[in-house]
């Protein structure tokens, strides 16, 4: 009887903990978030906040209390005065321009090479991505000695083959250049991801192809790109962000002056020369709001005209 008695009562909280459980259960969602929401809070939104408010200041170091507010100031003298500014985001623009397709088309065509089935494939893989994981100091240190005009390796290539040697280091028309070819030394990360996306295309549409007569050609142009833009496309959002940041291949092997008659020196260096060579770390705020500004407008213009021609497989309007 007292069995009897009990049963309705763990039932009866039971039932409550179960309605409880799903009238709050999105609260469980935000609680197992909030590490990661407070970590933004704490380290890239207030940062950004604080960042945007110096740019309107004049904040140099040392400076005791409320730093100097000079409204636009900064911003009218980077886009009337700096000279600099226009030459750093000529130079990026020109490594973005050229070395993001190259990094892109040459990861895409080694994984469309490591995507066969070939025997020892698994150490072909590795071998291609191991260089993707040295240290970027360390690769910029050994372009750097293989790019040497006296005793480099490529210059040494073109003396047997009969080419004069190049000056690819102290020539203001092979800076740039060199650090495009330095670019594409990374493509490990970009090739593992156009290789997954591979992966993942359905071999009986392949199959589908070559009944009805279709060579390789044809399965590239008509199955495997049109199913990789996906992959396509967030390479190349990622690719861009990147190439606009790039910093540390660039001081190591030009110098934060970006070499002869300053043609290696990109935005970032800019940045960090005004912040930590001038102590102006108000106007460097102004041009890292400016960098921010651009990539924010080209992220959004990339994902906007991203309907044309990224196909996602549903049948929408993104796959016609």
Do not use: C
């Amino acid at each position: 009887m007292n069995a009897a008695i009990t049963r309705p009562g763990a039932d009866h909280w039971r039932a409550r903990f179960q309605n409880w459980w799903f009238q709050h259960r999105s609260w469980i969602g935000f609680l197992f978030i909030l590490p990661w929401f407070a970590g933004f809070i704490i380290f890239d939104l207030m940062p950004f906040v604080y960042n945007l408010y110096l740019s309107f200041t004049d904040y140099q170091i040392g400076t005791q209390g409320t730093p100097p507010w000079l409204g636009l100031e900064n911003y009218l003298e980077i886009f009337t005065e700096d000279k600099l500014f226009s030459k750093s985001m000529y130079n990026t623009v020109y490594y973005l321009g050229f070395s993001v397709p190259l990094r892109l088309a040459f990861a895409f065509l080694i994984a469309l090479l490591l995507n066969m089935r070939v025997r020892g494939m698994e150490l072909y893989r590795t071998l291609f991505y191991v260089p993707s994981v040295v240290p970027l100091i360390a690769a910029t240190l050994i372009f750097a000695g293989l790019l040497n005009t006296r005793y480099g390796l490529f210059n040494h290539v073109f003396v047997l083959v009969g080419l004069p040697p190049v000056r690819w280091l102290s020539s203001p028309d092979w800076i740039k250049p060199s650090l495009i070819i330095l670019s594409l030394w990374g493509f490990g990360a970009q090739m593992i991801i156009f290789l997954a996306g591979l992966q993942g295309i359905p071999k009986d549409l392949y199959e589908a192809v070559a009944i009805d007569g279709g060579g390789s050609w044809r399965r590239l142009r008509h199955i495997t790109l049109p199913l990789m833009t996906p992959t396509i496309f967030f390479n190349l959002l990622i690719g861009v962000i990147g190439g606009f940041q790039v910093f540390a291949q660039v001081f190591v092997m030009v110098g934060v002056d970006g070499g002869p008659l300053g043609a290696g020196l990109v935005y970032m260096i800019h940045v960090y020369n005004k912040a930590f060579r001038d102590f102006e770390f108000g106007y460097a705020a102004a041009l890292s709001v400016i960098l921010f500004s651009i990539i924010f407008v080209l992220t959004i213009a990339l994902v906007y005209t991203s309907n044309r021609w990224v196909f996602y497989g549903d049948g929408g309007e993104d796959a016609t």
